[in-house]
């Protein structure tokens, strides 16, 4: 079972960045995509964004799109979410998670797919 370590939340003020990571603690055959989801206190996990780990595809939640950036170095077996001008409404735990399915746009929302997860960084939007 892959293992996953998540790092670089924190409290930052509306319009900051961050940059989180994820790092897995081995990369088997069968880990072909790799996502970011966040919850917030009382709601439900949420997609945030994912990457194909072969090709590079990367997929974003409409709430995100455009501030926020997922990429991968597959020999360090990591992969990033470069978050920018950050909102509150961004306050959440960010969870990392694979799959051992090339996801497509129609699936990689959905948690069902991911079959491991990380214990999640904080991130807290705060003036």
């Known amino acids: 079972q892959v293992q996953l370590g998540e790092s670089g939340g924190g409290l930052v003020q509306p319009g900051g960045s961050l940059s989180l990571s994820c790092a897995a603690s081995e990369r088997t055959a069968n880990t072909a995509t790799m996502g970011w989801f966040r919850q917030a206190p009382g709601k439900e996990r949420e997609f945030v964004a994912a990457?194909?780990?072969?090709?590079?595809?990367?997929y974003y939640a409409a709430s995100v799109r455009g501030r926020f950036t997922i990429t991968r170095d597959n020999a360090k077996k990591t992969i990033f979410l470069r978050t920018n001008n950050l909102k509150p409404e961004d306050t959440a735990i960010y969870y990392c998670?694979?799959?051992?399915?090339?996801?497509?746009?129609?699936?990689?929302?959905?948690?069902?797919?991911?079959?491991?997860w990380g214990q999640g960084t904080q991130v807290t939007v705060s003036s």
């Open positions: 990457i194909r780990l072969n090709g590079g595809a990367t």
């Open positions: 998670a694979t799959s051992g399915y090339s996801l497509i746009s129609s699936t990689v929302q959905s948690l069902r797919m991911y079959e491991n």
